[in-house]
């Protein structure tokens, strides 16, 4: 009888475990944790803000990519891309307005002067990511790189 209740309460302890390893809930209806970068700023400086981004699978993300400089620059890693799923990219005016969404694969966003886009995702895979740059040339050297890792 003991060794009944022993491997009750042993098979109990491991379904439990078990269960917990599992993502509980209707994912589409996660709030999105917001993440902002800016490209470049006011002072002309060509780099991310911040550069490394740390992230978890299985969370929407909405990251809001703003271009503060007088150029355009590009968000770019092609690893990164493929290690996420994307919901979509979201366009708007500058009072907020949306007016276009991007839906599948997406692995650069180019974002104007004085502008603003939002990809939401959610990652799927895990890693560390070191190929983000903005693909204009001369940017990446001038220091326009970055890294994101997936936990």
């Not at 042993?10 to 944790?33: H, N, R, Y």
């Not at 550069?51 to 355009?72: A, D, V």
């Not at 770019?76 to 994307?86: E, L, P």
């Not at 997406?106 to 070191?130: C, H, M, N, Q, S």
């Amino acid at each position: 009888m003991k060794l009944i209740f022993s491997l009750m309460f042993v098979l109990t302890i491991f379904f439990t475990q078990l269960e917990m390893s599992f993502a509980a809930g209707d994912m589409t209806k996660q709030e999105p944790v917001e993440i902002y970068v800016n490209l470049g700023n006011e002072k002309g400086e060509i780099k991310f803000f911040p550069n490394k981004l740390l992230l978890e699978t299985g969370k929407l993300y909405k990251l809001i990519i703003k271009n503060n400089s007088p150029q355009k620059h590009y968000f770019s890693s092609d690893k990164f891309s493929q290690a996420v799923f994307t919901r979509k990219v979201q366009i708007s005016t500058s009072s907020g307005k949306p007016i276009a969404e991007i839906k599948g694969l997406v692995r650069e966003i180019e974002v104007y002067p004085g502008r603003t886009a939002e990809w939401w995702f959610v990652p799927l895979k895990t890693g560390k990511f070191d190929d983000l740059r903005c693909t204009i040339p001369g940017h990446a050297e001038a220091g326009m790189v970055g890294v994101i890792e997936i936990k």
